[in-house]
C-alpha cells in the first residue's frame, strides 16, 4: 500500500518519529491527498528554506484542505493580519526585519544573561524544595515568558490575558483546525491586535529601555514601522519569544532525564553546553513543520514540486535523517560534533530572529538544572498535543539538590 502520513494516527503526537521514518523511505516528496506536498529529508528540507520560494499564501491557486479557513477569508482575519515577518516576502520582509533587528541585537540578549540566570536558580530552588515538582510549570515556561515580557517593556497587568489569547493563537499553526476553533483563534487574534495596539500607544507615552520603545523609535533611511506592521511584530516576537522555548527548554530537560549518561557528561564538562543545546533541538525540535508557497517548480529527487502549492517541511523528521547524521540519528548525543547544522531554527532570510536568545535560555536553564539535580528521576510526561509546535506540557520529576 501506498504510505499516507497521518499526523491524526494515535500517539503521534507523543512520539511522531516512526512516521517520519516512514516518511523518509517511503514518500521523501509525498503529495498528500489533502492537497499539500511534505519534504522529510535533510538535504531537501535545507534547500527550500534558503530557497526563493514564498511565505506568502497569495501564491496559492489553491486551497488544501491542510490549511484552516484562515487564507480562504483573507488577510484582514489572518494572525497578525498577515503582516509580521512570518508572512512577508522581500522587500517587505527585508524592511521589516532590518528595523526589528535594530531593537533585538546580540548585545541585548547578552545584558539579559544574568537576569536569565536569576530566574533559572529561583525555579530550581523551588523545585529543589518541593523535591517533585513540574519542570514545565516551574521553569520551562515561566522563564521565556517572563524574558520576553521585560525584553519587551510589556506591563505585568497584562500577562495573565495575553499568555491565555497567544496559548489559543498558536492553534492557527497546527492542521485542520475544528470550525469551532478556527472561530475561537480568530477571536484570540482580534483581541490580540486590539490589546497589543493599546500597549503600542500607552508606550508612546511611557518610553523605558526595552524593545517596544525601541521598535517605536526604529529607523532605517527615513522608513519606520506603520502602526498595524509594529502591532503584527510586537505580537510575533511576544509569541514566538516564549511559545517555542517552552518547547525547547522542557524537551531539552526530558532529553536529559531520559540519556542519563548524557547528563552526567553535561556535568562532567559544562563546556559542552552550547553544543548540548544544538543536539538537543536536533533530536527534539520545538517547531516540527515550516511551510512556503511555491512561485515556481521545486525539484525534489525524480519529483517536482508545481508552482502554486502548499509545502511543509517537515524539521522533525530531516533533523533525524541518517543520510546525514549517520545510523545514531534517533540517539543524543550532545558532543555530535556537527549538531550546529540543524534546521530548527530555519536558514536563509527567515533564519529565526531570536534563535540566540532562545539558545542562551536554554543553555543555562539544561546545564544548571542537571549540574543541580544529578539525580533527578524522570515521573511521567504529557505532551501538549500538537502537531506543529509540539513539547511537554508536563514533565514531572523527583529532585534532590547534590551534595
Not at 512516521?19 to 529529508?41: C, D, M, N, T, V
Not at 556535568?267 to 552550547?274: I, N, Q, T, V
Not at 534563535?355 to 539544561?366: H, N
Amino acid at each position: 500500500m501506498t504510505f499516507v502520513f497521518d499526523p491524526f494516527a494515535p500517539g503521534f503526537t507523543d512520539d511522531p518519529y516512526p512516521q517520519y521514518a516512514r516518511l523518509r523511505e517511503s514518500a521523501p516528496a509525498h503529495e498528500h491527498p489533502l492537497g499539500f506536498w511534505i519534504l522529510s529529508k535533510y538535504d531537501d528540507v535545507a534547500r527550500l528554506q534558503r530557497s526563493a520560494q514564498s511565505v506568502d499564501e497569495r501564491y496559492l491557486t489553491t486551497l488544501p484542505a491542510w490549511k484552516s479557513d484562515s487564507a480562504e477569508l483573507g488577510k484582514r482575519n489572518r494572525m497578525m493580519g498577515g503582516l509580521s515577518m512570518l508572512d512577508q516576502d522581500p522587500p517587505d520582509h527585508t524592511r521589516l526585519r532590518r528595523l526589528v533587528s535594530k531593537a533585538f541585537t546580540r548585545k541585548a540578549v547578552e545584558a539579559l544573561e544574568p537576569r536569565v540566570r536569576s530566574i533559572v536558580d529561583s525555579a530550581l530552588d523551588r523545585i529543589g524544595a518541593a523535591g517533585t515538582a513540574d519542570v514545565v510549570a516551574e521553569l520551562a515556561f515561566p522563564l521565556p515568558f517572563t524574558v520576553i515580557s521585560e525584553l519587551l517593556g510589556i506591563p505585568v497587568l497584562e500577562h495573565t490575558r495575553l499568555r491565555e489569547l497567544t496559548s489559543v493563537l498558536v492553534l492557527g499553526l497546527e492542521p485542520l483546525a475544528e470550525p469551532e476553533l478556527q472561530a475561537g483563534i480568530r477571536a484570540a487574534n482580534s483581541e490580540l491586535l486590539a490589546m497589543v495596539g493599546e500597549l503600542t500607544r500607552w508606550k508612546r507615552d511611557h518610553p523605558g529601555d526595552d524593545v517596544l520603545t525601541a521598535l517605536i523609535a526604529a529607523e532605517h533611511d527615513g522608513d519606520v514601522l506603520s502602526e498595524e506592521e509594529l502591532v503584527a511584530q510586537v505580537m510575533l516576537l511576544y509569541i514566538a519569544g516564549h511559545e517555542t522555548t517552552v518547547n525547547l527548554v522542557a524537551g531539552g530537560i526530558l532529553g536529559m532525564l531520559r540519556y542519563p549518561g548524557q547528563a552526567r557528561l553535561l556535568r562532567e564538562d559544562p563546556g559542552l553546553a552550547a553544543n548540548a543545546v544544538e543536539e538537543l533541538v536536533r533530536y527534539d525540535s520545538p517547531v516540527h513543520l515550516m511551510r512556503r508557497v511555491t512561485v515556481e517548480p521545486f525539484p525534489v529527487g525524480d519529483k517536482e514540486v508545481p508552482a502554486g502549492v502548499f509545502v511543509l517541511a517537515c524539521l522533525g523528521a530531516a533533523n533525524r535523517d541518517p543520510g546525514h547524521w549517520g545510523e545514531d540519528a534517533d540517539e543524543l548525543r550532545i558532543d555530535r560534533r556537527d549538531a550546529h547544522q540543524n534546521l530548527s531554527f530555519g536558514a536563509g532570510i527567515h533564519h529565526c530572529l531570536g534563535a540566540a536568545l532562545a539558545r542562551m535560555e536554554a543553555r543555562i536553564a539544561v546545564e544548571r538544572f542537571v549540574r543541580r539535580f544529578p539525580d533527578a528521576e524522570l515521573e511521567s510526561v504529557r505532551f501538549n498535543g500538537r502537531v506543529n509546535v509540539r513539547g511537554p506540557a508536563e514533565v514531572k520529576v523527583r529532585a534532590r539538590a547534590g551534595a
